[in-house]
């Protein structure tokens, strides 16, 4: 007996059956009202977006094997707290009313804010952009490779990118060829790290043919810029270091760089030498959040390491202006509630509804800081917030487009696509 649709839906999210499973992906466009055009970028399978009560979710098809892998390997990723689109559902024994077979269906949730390359590099500086992408890519890589995961496929298509205060954040898209290894060998990481910059290098490449990207671009020098900063960024991470056992002070050093690039340090590996003069260090990294993971401690806030280094900075300076008023110390869980409560809550609370969706919640009020900031510094005086907030919405919300979700009015997809050949690789190039 051949099975019917079945569909594999983690809860929290809609059960997606009044969509058209009995329709190749392809050709939904004219059949249901909940597809969306979202800018995204290049795909080797059909993508196509539909929208539930203001979420979004990516229906990408392929075969039952695949899709099945991919869920589970983007479930574990979540698990364990690294960034990437979150898995919703699989979908499998589709077929259409004549009986013939179709693809299974992979569903995620879209990621909010979400931008791909191809917009960032129409609304951002080549400068700019590069050094901000390249670490945001280079922070991501890292860290999967920390925890065992062989991407296999990294490229700018397969990257979506957030704001983060004045940084971004890169978070993985398909994980299609992933793997998960117990340990890390360095000759797999490298293999990975080969794929990278040959994948990106081709993105750089099309996005220059396209139009896309400045033409005095080198594609070979970004990637070389990569590999290095990866390098960098491994070697703090991982290296040991021998110093002194004298020159204790060193090993403090170490874990507040680490913390500074936002890596939480578990443990220390310390083996002193025979003699007792020397001391060998190799920090345990658990994951990238120090400075969120005391945010969210402090507040309940779910933001990005950077948005969070920005408001504990913020939460810190209010809670010496509260101690001060009190004259005398006042515990941290206390400081945090009034700096909730009488600073980020009534900033959150004084933005238009219609901004609400120009940019995520911490990444206004991060907007908002160094907006009253500047005015304050041109006006010589301290600038409240409700005085800050009239000109942050006249001279900063107003001119912000809305970001939460790109919609492709412009048939960017398409311009995209067009860089494809039939069989769904880059036109020129082989897609691994």
């Known amino acids: 007996m051949e099975s019917g649709l079945t569909s594999i839906i983690r809860q929290g999210h809609p059960d997606f059956l009044d969509l058209p499973w009995n329709v ?9 009202e909940r ?4 800018r995204r970028g290049l795909s080797r399978h059909v993508v196509r977006m539909v929208q539930y009560d203001g979420r979004v979710y990516a229906l990408k098809e392929t075969e039952q094997r695949p899709a099945e892998q991919e869920y589970s390997m983007l479930r574990r990723l979540e698990d364990e707290r690294l960034p990437a689109v979150r898995a919703v ?15 299974a269906m992979l569903i ?5 804010f979400a931008l791909p390359y191809q917009y960032l590099f129409r609304t951002t500086s080549t400068a700019e952009l590069r050094e901000r992408l390249l670490d945001s890519a280079v922070v991501l890589l890292a860290r999967l490779h920390l925890e065992g995961f062989f991407w296999g496929d990294i490229s700018l298509a397969n990257v979506l990118f957030r704001r983060d205060a004045g940084a971004m954040m890169a978070y993985l898209v398909d994980a299609e060829t992933a793997e998960w290894h117990a340990t890390m060998s360095d000759q797999r990481r490298l293999y990975d790290l080969d794929l990278a910059r040959e994948n990106i ?6 996005a220059i043919e396209g139009g896309f990207l400045e033409p005095t671009i080198d594609p070979i020098d970004v990637i070389d810029d990569l590999q290095a900063r990866y390098d960098w960024l491994w070697a703090e991470l991982t290296a040991e270091e021998e110093v002194d056992a004298s020159n204790r002070d060193r090993i403090s ?10 890596f939480d340090v578990e443990d220390l590996a310390v083996v002193q030498s025979a003699d007792g003069s020397r001391l060998r260090i190799r920090p345990m990294v658990v994951e990238e959040g120090h400075a969120h993971l005391r945010l969210r401690r402090l507040t309940g806030l779910e933001v990005q390491e950077n948005q969070a280094r920005t408001l504990l900075a913020a939460l810190d300076a209010y809670g010496v202006y509260l101690e001060r008023e009190a004259g005398k110390p006042l515990p941290e869980a206390i400081k945090a509630y009034r700096w909730l409560s009488e600073r980020y809550e009534p900033v959150m609370e004084a933005i238009p509804d219609r901004y609400r969706s ?6 206004l009020v991060y907007e908002f800081l160094n907006h009253r900031f ?5 006006r010589g005086r301290e600038v409240e917030n409700p005085e800050a907030m009239v000109t942050f919405i006249s001279e900063v919300l107003e001119h912000l487009p809305d970001e939460k979700t790109l919609i492709d009015e412009e048939g960017a997809n398409e311009a995209h696509d067009a860089l494809l050949g039939s069989d769904g690789h880059r036109s020129g190039r082989s897609d691994r």
């Open 358 to 363: 120009r940019l995520d919640g911490a990444q």
């Open 374 to 378: 500047a005015k304050s510094r041109d």
């Open 89 to 103: 559902g699989v979908v499998t024994g589709r077929r259409t009313d004549e009986g013939e077979p179709l693809g």
């Open 108 to 112: 995620t949730r879209f990621l909010d």
């Open 201 to 206: 290098a081709g993105g750089l490449l099309d």
């Open 253 to 262: 050093q170490r874990i507040e760089r680490l913390n500074a690039m936002g």
């Open 35 to 38: 597809q969306i055009r979202v």
């Open 24 to 32: 190749p992906l392809a050709q939904w466009d004219d059949v249901t």
